[in-house]
């Protein structure tokens, strides 16, 4: 069966989606739409050629929002890229503005496939696009904290002296500044994390400034949002039932309604297909209880935009 991934926005995030689903054959087809005229194709034209150094065959070309009407998985990567100094949530009004957009852009076609949204603010957009695409909440989610996980898991394995592979580990909540680490949770080998002496708040601020750092020394994120989006392309397309933390609509989960957010979800063909309530310690619910408040206001607010 053909596997075909539609990634909307060829801009340094979408292309390197693009690129990641080719090179590591993930995708039998890629196609890349774009609003700017000859964008998509170019970039797909681009990725076509390096792919003529790797030993599979991956179709991928330029194409219009009407494919996402036969397409296995559909990737919103539009928007614009972070400033220096601008916070996610920062970008609200312009991912608004483009959302709009592409929503009237679709609107002509179903959509019967996994919709994974990476536009900032992450979890405010992927809730927006879901209720305004009229996607069910298992089909439709973002990528939340999966890359603040791998930022996690690259400063743990630098302090802690441990290959990453070793180490299980998870973000949660907002993709942003009132994200937390349920540091419970985290197993360093066969070694609890309170075995280490690691700093709490020291870890928890590096992963969060990773980001900015990245940000400030090249004006945008791309690698690593990039490969972490085809990690998730990949569960749905093998039908993984893989645990990832993924930006899902919570139904009294943690307590929590009426908000879509970072938690450990088991994904695959079918999109979310759990939900995992990890055991939180009363200090680490709280801190996601107040993540979720952050995130269900700025919810709040771009619903009257």
């Given amino acids: 069966m053909k596997r075909k991934v539609v990634v909307l926005g060829a801009g340094h995030v979408g292309s390197h989606v693009a690129l990641s689903l080719a090179y590591e054959n993930i995708a039998d087809e890629v196609v890349l739409v774009d609003k700017v005229p000859g964008k998509a ?3 797909a034209l681009d990725i076509y050629d390096a792919m003529s150094f790797v030993p599979h065959e991956v179709l991928v070309r330029g194409g219009d929002y009407k494919d996402v009407a036969d397409a296995d998985v559909v990737v919103c990567a539009i928007g614009m890229a972070r400033k220096p100094g601008q916070d996610r949530v920062d970008m609200l009004d312009d991912s608004i503005v483009m959302c709009k957009e592409l929503i009237a852009s679709l609107s002509p076609y179903e959509i019967p496939g996994v919709f994974i949204s990476i536009t900032n603010p992450c979890d405010v957009i992927a809730d927006y696009l879901r ?3 009229h996607l069910d909440k298992d089909r439709c989610f973002g990528t939340g904290t999966l890359l603040d996980t791998a930022r996690l898991r690259r400063v743990l394995s630098r302090n802690a002296g441990v290959a990453r592979l070793s180490i299980q580990c998870f973000v949660m ?3 942003g500044e009132s994200s937390m680490i349920p540091t419970s949770l985290i197993k360093i080998g ?7 002496d690691l700093s709490d708040d020291k ?9 900015w750092v990245i940000v400030d020394g090249k004006k945008c994120t791309e690698f690593g949002i990039g490969r972490a989006c085809c990690e998730m392309v990949d569960a749905v397309l093998r039908d993984e039932h893989r645990i990832l933390p ?3 609509v ?3 989960e943690y307590g929590e309604k009426d908000v879509q957010i970072g938690i450990p979800c088991v994904i695959g063909a079918a999109g979310i297909e759990k939900r995992i309530v990890a055991p939180l310690t009363d200090d680490e619910m709280a801190r996601f209880h107040h993540s979720c408040d952050v995130v ?3 919810i709040a607010i771009a619903a009257k935009k």
Avoid: T
């Avoid at 066969?190 to 280490?196: I, K, L, N, S, V």
């Fill in 190 to 196: 066969a070694q609890d994390y309170d075995e280490f």
């Fill in 250 to 252: 919570l139904d009294g």
């Fill in 131 to 133: 209720k305004h695409l």
């Fill in 246 to 248: 993924a930006s899902a």
């Fill in 173 to 175: 909540g907002e993709h």
């Fill in 203 to 211: 870890i928890l601020e590096e992963v969060r400034r990773g980001g």
């Fill in 296 to 298: 269900r206001k700025n």
């Fill in 41 to 43: 194709d170019a970039q």
